[in-house]
Nanobody
Framework: QVQLVESGGGLVQAGGSLRLSCAAS????????MGWFRQAPGKEREFVAA????????LYADSVKGRFTISRDNAKNTVYLQMNSLKPEDTAVYYC????????????????WGRGTQVTVSS
């Protein structure tokens, strides 16, 4: 089983940037497509971005397209989420997860999940 640990969250002003990292142990991440989700207070968890096993293809939610970039470094067993032009509505706990689907989107496509990292964007 793969263990995932997210990091890089924090408090940032609107318009600022953060880079989240998702480090894996226990299994090689190159065996999995990866995704990022987020959950804001009082809301359901929602899809943010996904990337294929090799990093050749990516997919984004419309709400983050053009502002967020998902990437991976399989040699470091780590996946990243670069978040630019942050908005207060991006405030949420961000989770990374593994999937055996080629380019997953639905929550049930994902297997192992991290515990999340808090991102707070002030206006």
């Amino acid at each position: 089983q793969v263990q995932l640990v997210e990091s890089g969250g924090g408090l940032v002003q609107a318009g600022g940037s953060l880079r989240l990292s998702c480090a894996a142990s226990g299994r090689t991440l190159s065996n999995f497509a990866m995704g990022w989700f987020r959950q804001a207070p009082g809301k359901e968890r929602e899809f943010v971005a996904a990337i294929t096993r090799t990093g050749g293809s990516t997919l984004y939610a419309d709400s983050v397209k053009g502002r967020f970039t998902i990437s991976r470094d399989n040699a470091k067993n780590t996946v990243y989420l670069q978040m630019n032009s942050l908005k207060p509505e991006d405030t949420a706990v961000y989770y990374c997860a593994t999937s055996r689907t080629v380019l997953p989107v639905r929550e049930f496509d994902f297997g192992s999940w991290g515990r999340g990292t808090q991102v707070t964007v002030s206006s």
